[in-house]
């Protein structure tokens, strides 16, 4: 049999991570000291774990996130009141599976956007579809979509999302166009998928902030009444790295 000839075959059926093994392996000879069933379930545990590895990649490359953040990484013993205990339960995901919220409120510099973002790396981890946006970006975004005939396919593509990231939620004013597009991703995603939203603002400040009381009414009832929250204190990470 001719090992070079196998491998080429592998690589034309893409099962790349099985052709690599093999490769290696005939090499150094590893292969002799297996049984064929024993070779055979170590070249499909590495096949397997070579596309789980492209998968996660993938999902983190199409969430875009501002900066990588992970969940390994959090410092509990900044002073700001993060839990320990209630963060590492949210990193189970299990409001994810429930489709429910995660709201992260906090002065500016107090990691509200990494801990957001730790979350959803955690959730491409999970292999869940998840999405990043700055808030005022996406506002713009779907605006220009509206304009350009592409505003049902710019929702659809949100829509689908296992977890939507909201961050920097009401940093810039909503105008009507921005609230409506907030109402609509909000009705298509309440009760069928999970949004994280991190913001500046306290709760209690964003019926005002999103303005129109009925829509605002509307869209925080479908927020906030089921959701998880942190509330972040203390100075600045940021200002206190300078120190």
């Excluded at 070779?39 to 499909?44: C, E």
């Excluded at 590492?88 to 990494?114: C, M, P, W």
């Excluded at 009507?176 to 500046?200: G, V």
């Amino acid at each position: 049999m001719n090992n070079q000839t196998t491998i080429e075959k592998l690589k034309q059926m893409r099962l790349s991570g099985m052709a690599e093994m093999h490769y290696t392996n005939t090499l150094s000879n590893i292969n002799q000291q297996y049984t064929i069933d024993q070779y055979v379930a170590m070249l499909v545990d590495q096949e397997w774990e070579n596309r789980h590895n492209r998968k996660i990649k993938n999902l983190i490359r199409i969430a875009r996130f501002r900066y990588p953040a992970t969940i390994r990484d959090i410092d509990y013993s900044a002073n700001r009141q993060l839990d320990k205990n209630t963060f590492e339960r949210l990193a189970l995901l299990d409001f994810v599976r429930s489709h429910e919220n995660v709201i992260i409120t906090g002065a500016t510099g107090t990691g509200k956007s990494y801990l957001a973002q730790a979350l959803g790396h955690q959730g491409c981890m999970m292999l869940m579809k998840t999405l990043y946006y700055n808030t005022t970006r996406l506002m713009e975004h779907l605006k220009l979509s509206r304009l350009e005939g592409n505003y049902s396919k710019s929702l659809t593509v949100i829509e689908k999302a296992d977890l939507l990231i909201l961050d920097d939620f009401g940093l810039a004013a909503f105008d009507n166009q921005a609230r409506q597009a907030l109402m609509d991703i909000i009705e298509s995603k309440y009760d069928r998928t999970s949004i994280i939203i991190s913001s500046q603002i306290p709760v209690s400040g964003w019926h005002e902030m999103i303005g129109e009381g009925t829509i605002a009414d509307a869209i925080l009832d479908r927020i906030v009444h089921s959701s998880h929250r942190i509330q972040l204190k203390g100075e600045s990470l940021r200002k206190n790295k300078l120190k």
